[in-house]
């Protein structure tokens, strides 16, 4: 973005000069100084006999014209005098000023005073404050306390509630992933007993589940569990940070834990014959093997970066760090399609695997680890993961942006068979998280006014800026279009040319109904928090209270869609319908991340600013380096 143009004081006064009024003798003497042809025209006889004639009738005028108007004169006649006045006079005979004055403009206000003006009247501690959000926030709060008053009754120690049946269930290893997941929620809203109960269980339980489980996913345990207790150490005054009275077990508890399950975790790392971790590991003995296919999701294996570099910050330990960092170095020297990678890489040969290119399931956090793991080691030599950000969203730009028919919704498709092959329009929900890390990458976590103002935005900034905003509302048309307002798993755009097959969302009175097909396969629903997060970060970015509005027609179609009377929230078969089928899973993201940001879309900016901390994708906010102490 190219400098604004210089603009001095002088150019203010003189632009303000321009409205002042002048004396009728600095107008007469100006006029008969600069007037070249009025002095010619005084040089000949004709001229100074015309000007003679001029001064003695306006000298007759003045002397014998005085009001004699009827109090009864029409209002028509009396345009242009008022009563005892003549054209020429006032009522005491005087000679009136008959010239009119220019028009009278407010001072013209410096760029400097147009912004500190704007600042004033648009700062964020205006729009953040309400007491309708507050109250909407506290709405937020309450589903909270009720989805874990569920798990807590049902299911406690379990990873997840089926809150229709009323029990738990353990698909994430049995580390009681929901415990860990909604732990540094509940201290955010600062809902004190349920951070008691869920610290006192980790306390208890946790080490002793991560000595004696076996099989566990590497990424899925590093986000939800890891990521979870990092989080908590710190948010719980942990080196310094967050609530040093929050309830619970004493920080230490947290980072002990979380020590313990990474130096397990690590063997997935350690055990690859390359820089591309294993993805799955059996805890109780420290072993890890690849998936029965062989393969390793390319998002999974670069999603972990985050939580290992900031264990390694607090422990002075670098082992944590350069192992998973491994990773995104051995991905730069990997061949890229303009950036993108296919959602697929083998760790046995260190090579990605098929030509399948989405931004959805298996691909998508890469692209946002490669933006946050910059951010969160700012001045450290991970420029090249700065670099790499940019192509790929040039890519994305290139290859994957279209635009719906007939409404011009902007969208996100995919390349299931490389670049050579055909383009398909479906968008996953997960793609969602797409615009919030665009806005991120942008203004790199401050507010656009105060980006604008500090000259940090290119123009480049500012088209991705406005690309996210675009894929914001398609994002929230995808909830708008359904019968339920809730968005589908997965949506199909019909384009110029092609018009996908398959049914709607149910909602006839939506504008989008015919730019987004829903298919059989697609229509569930399972709580998911991408759309959310992207609007949080939005409405921080932008200060556009339509982000608060959009959130908050969703959390009311969770309300009333999805919440069960007993506790809990429950996934759904199908939202095109009314009612819906109850797919009876209360994952643990919906605590951990879709409640959370719908907290924090409603809350103050100065909670969990964007340019001090760093969302893991699974929403735990882990502090950026430099706004936390090393031990």
């Known amino acids: 973005m190219s400098k604004s143009l210089p603009y001095s004081m002088k150019d203010v006064h003189y632009d303000n000069a321009k409205f002042r009024q002048r004396s009728l003798f600095k107008v007469i003497t100006q006029n008969m100084i600069s007037s070249h042809v009025k002095r010619e025209c005084t040089n000949c006889s004709t001229g100074k006999f015309l000007l003679i004639l001029m001064i ?111 029990r738990g269930v353990d698909g994430l290893g049995g580390l009681g992933a929901t415990v860990v997941d909604a732990l540094d929620t509940a201290m955010i809203m600062g809902v004190d007993e349920v951070v008691d109960e869920a610290g006192t269980w980790i306390e208890k339980h946790l080490s002793q589940r991560i000595d004696k489980k076996g099989q566990v996913n590497l990424f899925e345990t590093t986000i939800r569990v890891l990521g979870g207790l990092l989080s908590a150490y710190h948010l719980s005054g942990g080196e310094h940070g967050g609530n040093t009275s929050a309830k619970g077990p004493k920080p230490a508890v947290y980072l002990d834990t979380a020590k313990d399950l990474a130096d397990r975790l690590l063997i997935a790392f350690t055990s690859s014959p390359t820089a591309i971790p294993y993805s799955d590991v059996i805890l109780h003995d420290r072993s890890a093997h690849p998936a029965p296919d062989g393969l390793s999701s390319t998002a999974e294996v670069s999603s972990v970066q985050l939580e290992f570099n900031y264990l390694s910050f607090l422990t002075g330990d670098p082992k944590y760090s350069l192992e998973s960092m491994k990773v995104l170095e051995h991905m730069k020297t990997l061949p890229k399609v303009k950036g993108l990678v296919p959602i697929y890489i083998n760790p046995q040969t260190g090579d990605f695997s098929g030509d399948n290119i989405r931004l959805g ?16 080691n700012p001045g450290s030599n991970v420029t090249y993961l700065h670099e790499m950000y940019k192509e790929s969203v040039q890519g994305v730009k290139e290859l994957l942006v279209k635009k719906s028919v007939p409404n011009g919704l902007v969208f996100v498709g995919e390349l299931p068979y490389g670049p050579k092959g055909s383009f398909s329009t479906k968008m996953d929900h997960l793609v969602c998280f797409l615009p919030g890390t665009l806005a991120l990458g942008a203004t790199k976590g401050l507010t656009k006014d105060k980006a604008m103002k500090e000259n940090l935005l290119t123009l480049e900034d500012l088209e991705n800026l406005k690309l996210a905003e675009d894929l914001a509302q398609t994002c929230y048309e995808m909830y708008s279009v359904t019968a339920t307002g809730l968005a589908p798993e997965i949506a199909y755009f019909n384009i110029e040319g092609h018009k996908e097959d398959g049914p709607g969302g149910g909602n006839n009175h939506s504008k989008y109904v015919d730019d987004i097909v829903i298919k059989y396969a697609d229509r569930h629903n399972l709580l998911r928090p991408e759309t959310v997060e992207s609007l949080f970060v939005l409405f921080r970015i932008t200060g556009d209270p339509k982000y608060r509005e959009w959130g908050w027609d969703i959390f009311e179609s969770f309300e009333k869609h999805t919440k069960i009377d007993s506790g809990g929230y429950t996934s759904l078969d ?37 340019d001090e901390y760093v969302f893991n994708t699974e929403a735990h906010p882990l502090p950026i380096q430099g706004h936390a102490r090393s031990k």
């Open 56 to 166: 003695f009738g306006v000298a007759y005028l003045m002397l014998t014209h005085t009001s004699s108007t009827p109090s009864s004169i029409g209002a028509a006649e009396r345009v242009g005098t008022e009563e005892g006045h003549s054209f020429f006079t006032d009522g005491s005979g005087r000679f009136r000023k008959f010239w009119r004055k220019a028009p009278r403009l407010p001072p013209q206000l410096s760029p400097d005073e147009i912004a500190a003006r704007n600042k004033s009247i648009h700062s964020p501690g205006k729009i953040d404050s309400g007491p309708d959000w507050v109250a909407r926030q506290q709405r937020v709060k309450e589903a909270f306390i009720h989805a874990w008053s569920g798990y807590r009754h049902y299911a406690m120690g379990f990873d997840e509630l089926m809150p229709v049946s009323k």
């Open 361 to 376: 399931s298996r691909g998508d956090s890469y692209y946002e680890y490669l933006i946050k793991v910059w951010l969160q």
């Open 574 to 610: 199908d939202v095109t319908v009314v009612p819906p089928h109850k797919r009876d899973k209360m994952e643990t993201f919906f605590l951990g991340e879709t409640l959370k940001y719908l907290y924090l879309l409603f809350s103050s900016s100065d909670v969990i600013p964007l």
